[in-house]
């Protein structure tokens, strides 16, 4: 490929959120906020680099009753194809017509969401997950993401990190809009660390949060196919089906190591944000 002919992208300031040229419209993600919203419907809501690809194998495997290859068998299309980001060009159109459950991931902050989950309706599971894994995460994400501007280096990134000149904004801009919502809409707030340190208690909150009935068995299949080892074998799961063009593959991994803080901390974190509202 010529180098003239690489896509270039952008960071475009809209709403006090940032967005990225070529992968969303200002106009389109405007008009998210007036969505007719079914009560089937479920948003993961996260800052990125929190989790986002992990919940959206568990809401698979969770409507597939914990039967992979009912979610596997199209080796065309991956997990973000499944259950796709709501924000990016064309996927509002879709998700109009598309039929229940509709299930959707976003990076977005509340205000431009649905106006309708600040009236119950429909479902969210806020996924939080320790700032400074997230800042390490994004960082090595932004080398190997060609939507993305490559850091200078780590302390240049990490500026741009606190003052949310990246994609998502500042982390604790994200997360304390919608914590201090919470008791506005039908949400469900789980820790990337809690998932961690107990998949399978996570697992069983989340399908009971959903009203999913499944057997003990099929939670113990979601459970196995949704653990970091699992999930970097599967490229529906792991982002190897993601084009060249918004991914460089041979840069590094999409799924590197999960590895958390603890939950403790990640709480304090949370309550700390919260009481500087």
Known sequence: MDSNDIKTYELVPHRGFKLISGI???DDVDQIYNLEIRDSDVFVVTYPKSGTIWMQQILLLLEAKGDLTAISQNENYSNGDLVPWIELI???ETFITAPSPRLRVTHLQLHLMPSAISQRKGKVIYVA????DVLVSYFHFHKLANMLETPRDFDDFFE???SGDVYGGRWFDHIKTWYSH???????????????QDLQSAVERI??????????????????????NSMRKIPQANYELVPSELLSHHKGRFMRKGSPLSVAKVSTAVETCVRQL
């Open 207 to 228: 399908s009971l949060f959903l009203g999913k009935e499944l057997t003990d068995e099929q939670l113990a299949d979601v459970v196995k196919h949704s653990t970091f």
């Open 160 to 162: 741009k990190f606190m």
């Open 90 to 92: 064309g996927n509002r």
């Open 129 to 132: 997950r320790n700032p400074k």
């Open 182 to 196: 919470k008791e506005d809409m039908n949400i469900l707030f789980i820790t990337y660390e809690e998932m961690i």
């Open 24 to 26: 969303h419209d200002p």
